[in-house]
């Protein structure tokens, strides 16, 4: 059975914007397991305990595919870059890996440069979706990131973080990669 892993962000619970109804297109694929990741402290996130919560729940294989979102992207980097292991794909939306200045309490997650290369030739398929208009992670920290890992990008108008209260329940984009990568070997 394929695993699919749902990392949220800073302020996030499992609970938040798209992430129940992304997890709801995949409910009757008998071939997916979907998973959601209450990360730890959402509010005051630490990189280890973040890093530790990942390495107790989530079961890697080639076949695993990742989901991140904001501060969910950049802790899933960071893990995989630790494990090492190969993986299908990876789905960033607004991810970054350096430091934002208006959200300077995230700079221990950013304070060491991931390995690009390792992380370019462990996982298959790798996508980053961003918006143009994202107040939270400006589009260029999300592009750049996209370059560092050569990522097939989507610029998405109007989204801006991806949030609830942004109007943002659903992501029928992030359902369509998904299922792509779930077609593809």
Avoid at 80 to 102: D, K, N, R, W, Y
């Amino acid at each position: 059975m394929q695993q699919i892993y749902l990392v949220h962000g800073y302020t996030a619970s499992v609970n938040s914007h798209w992430f129940p109804w992304l997890e709801a297109q995949f409910v009757d694929n008998c071939h997916v397991q979907f998973k959601r990741i209450a990360m730890p402290d959402p509010n005051e996130p630490k990189v280890e305990s973040w890093l530790t919560t990942l390495n107790q729940h989530l079961q890697i294989d080639h076949s695993t595919i990742l989901i991140g979102h904001s501060l969910g992207c950049i802790s899933l980097l960071r893990f995989l870059a630790q494990l090492g292991q190969p993986i299908h794909g990876v789905l960033l939306v607004a991810g970054f890996a350096e430091s934002i200045a208006t959200l300077a309490e995230l700079d221990p997650f950013s304070q060491l440069q991931l390995p690009y290369q390792q992380l370019q030739e462990q996982i298959k398929h790798r996508v980053m979706l961003y918006s143009d208009n994202d107040p939270v992670v400006p589009a260029q920290y999300s592009r750049r990131l996209a370059e560092q890992l050569m990522m097939q990008t989507y610029q998405m108008s109007g989204y801006g973080h991806f949030l609830a209260k942004e109007g943002v329940s659903e992501l029928p984009l992030a359902a369509q990669i998904i299922h792509k990568m779930l077609m593809t070997s």
